[in-house]
């Protein structure tokens, strides 16, 4: 199940998010990519998977299905839509899997948040929510542990229209739905609403979420704390994690502005809503590496 001691890993979508998990792959000391499949050989992301020297194939989910032993765990970086055809095909063959699609049919994710549920669960389907979710739903859910009454969240995502790929805008309304469900489920507010803009100001910007909060009489002194503590949390694997307007009350809400500077592996540092999602998935691979869930050779 190991290759030189380490988790053998695939990653199916050769696009911008599949060639940056790559990279950071290529850095862990527990994971080694044994296949990088896309459609394309001609692709910038199967090039760069070549020149590295990663095995690389143009059949997809097929690389796969043709060779099983290949790996113990999978990265979907392809769209909603095909994970569905995927996860039928990988559950059979026992694969962990990581979904960064928002096709939400396995169980959502933030490491911050429920690492250890996931890691313990017996789950073999881990969905990373979105972009805009593993950005908002922490903070969101650091309020909700000071109340547990938020009548209404609001996230608003702004990131720079070049970082945003086919895959990201052939699945908006997936990526509205994953993540407005994904942020009731982590702070039990009445009612969730998610926003995405794609900004195509040159230079592009930074990828910034606010998060409005509805609540009544709020402890902005203990919700400041929470979301402190948990911007600590989020820094320790999404270096570039920062809570740039803390804590205010305006009106009847409480807000708060984060922003996510990437690491500018194979992204611009602009692109931080790709850097975060990816972030959060190697942190949860990495736990799955060093857990033993995976038998030994």
Known sequence: ????????????????????????IMRSEHMICTLFAGRNFNSAGMKRANLLGVTISDRGIEAIVNDPAICDLVFDCTSAHAH?????????????VIDMTPAKLGV??????????????????INMITCGGQSSIPIANAIAQVHNNIEYIEVASSIASRSAGPATRHNLDEYIETTQDALQNFSNARRTKAILILNPANPPIDMQTTIYAKIANPDLPAIHSAVMAMVEKLKAYVPGYKLIVPPTIEGDKVITTIKVLGAGDYLPQYAGNLDIINCAAIAMAELIATSNLTSEA
């Open 1 to 24: 199940m190991t290759l030189r001691g380490k988790l053998k890993v695939a990653i199916i979508g050769s696009g911008n998010i599949g060639t940056d998990l790559l990279i950071k």
């Open 84 to 96: 569905i055809e995927h996860w039928a095909i990988l559950e059979k063959l026992g694969k962990y």
């Open 108 to 125: 959502f994710c933030i490491p911050a948040i429920n690492a250890a549920e996931c890691l313990n669960g017996g789950i073999r389907n």
